[in-house]
């Protein structure tokens, strides 16, 4: 046998190891996902398909729970509560986040650069448990929100913000602009610090004022680092259960009931494990749907 033909062989055979080796050190990884991942994902698509209590004997009802999704008001209104609390949890978390994010990134050097990094991360710290207690009492009847507008003369707009049919959805929308304008603003500000200087001074020699920076080079250059923020803000928003369940529990009435408190109750509560199941997998086709344009809209044209 040529000398050559030995070396392929033994060249396949190294690969051959390589690959199952790699594998070898994957295999737990894999097993995991696929256990507490994949397997529960094609159960609750199963699940769909039936009518069930969770307990008892199942009954074979096949698309009728995602007709009956698509037909009944209180679940198509969870789905649509979710969608209002895009704007809250990812419209203004981005936007705010932007002119922070440009304002510390003037002043990175100070202090007070290092301190507004602090206080603006700390949400994120808080676990949404305590964030959603701790909002209840500020915006309650006799809260904080309601002392200071009786201060300043405006008591005539005082109300219990999350028990009312008209403020409760934007109230629990505010809490999630609260938690997540941080996180946003990090890491815009993180984007930021990858900008050349050298841009901004070529701007500036041709006369370019803030304004005109601000559009022209950072906006552009942070188009992955708005993807990231919107995509994580979005999949919070139409995932929301925490702040909700603690904040209101979907009331006054189903004002703020969402998609994942919905999938709560009809799983916990009213035993339709079917109908939870098939919501649940409306939700993640939801996510999808909007988090993948998103990510096709915001990524990088160069590569």
């Given at each position: 046998m040529s000398a050559p033909v030995t070396e392929r062989r033994a060249d396949r055979a190294r690969r051959s190891r390589a690959i199952w080796l790699g594998w070898l050190f994957a295999a737990p990884a894999v097993i995991m996902y696929a256990t507490f991942v994949l397997r529960p994902l094609l159960l609750t698509v199963q699940?769909?398909?039936?009518?069930?209590?969770?307990?008892?004997?199942?009954?074979?009802?096949?698309?009728?729970?995602?007709?009956?999704?698509?037909?009944?008001?209180?679940?198509?209104?969870?789905?649509?509560?979710?969608?209002?609390?895009?704007?809250?949890?990812?419209?203004?978390?981005?936007?705010?986040?932007?002119?922070v994010a440009a304002t510390i990134r003037d002043i990175a050097q100070s202090r007070l650069a290092v301190v507004a990094r602090t206080v603006l991360f700390l949400p994120q710290v808080i676990p949404l448990v305590a964030a959603g207690i701790m909002w209840s009492w500020l915006l309650s009847t006799t809260g904080t929100a309601n002392e200071l507008l009786s201060a300043v003369g405006l008591g005539d707009l005082t109300r219990a913000w999350l028990g009312d049919f008209g403020?409760?959805?934007?109230?629990?929308?505010?809490?999630?602009?609260?938690?997540?304008?941080?996180?946003?603003?990090?890491?815009?500000?993180?984007?930021?610090?990858?900008?050349?200087?050298?841009?901004?001074?070529?701007?500036?020699?041709?006369?370019?004022?803030?304004?005109?920076?601000?559009l022209s080079i950072t906006l552009p250059s942070l188009r992955q680092e708005i993807g990231v923020c919107v995509t994580v803000t979005v999949i919070a928003a139409l995932a929301s259960f925490d702040i909700v369940y603690i904040a209101t529990q979907g009331g006054p009435g189903n004002a703020t009931m969402v998609p994942g408190l919905e999938i709560y109750y009809l799983a916990f509560s009213e035993r339709e494990v079917g109908m939870a199941s098939a919501l649940a997998v409306a939700l993640i086709v939801l996510v999808l749907a909007c988090v993948l344009p998103i990510q096709r809209l915001t990524r990088d044209g160069s590569r």
């Open positions: 699940y769909s398909l039936y009518d069930w209590n969770g307990i008892g004997a199942s009954t074979w009802v096949g698309l009728d729970n995602y007709r009956r999704l698509l037909t009944d008001e209180d679940l198509s209104a969870s789905i649509l509560h979710a969608f209002e609390l895009i704007i809250f949890f990812s419209g203004v978390p981005v936007i705010l986040g932007l002119f403020t409760a959805l934007p109230a629990v929308g505010v809490i999630g602009a609260w938690v997540l304008v941080g996180l946003c603003t990090l890491l815009l500000l993180a984007g930021m610090s990858k900008i050349d200087p050298s841009l901004y001074e070529a701007a500036r020699l041709d006369g370019a004022g803030p304004v005109r920076e601000f």
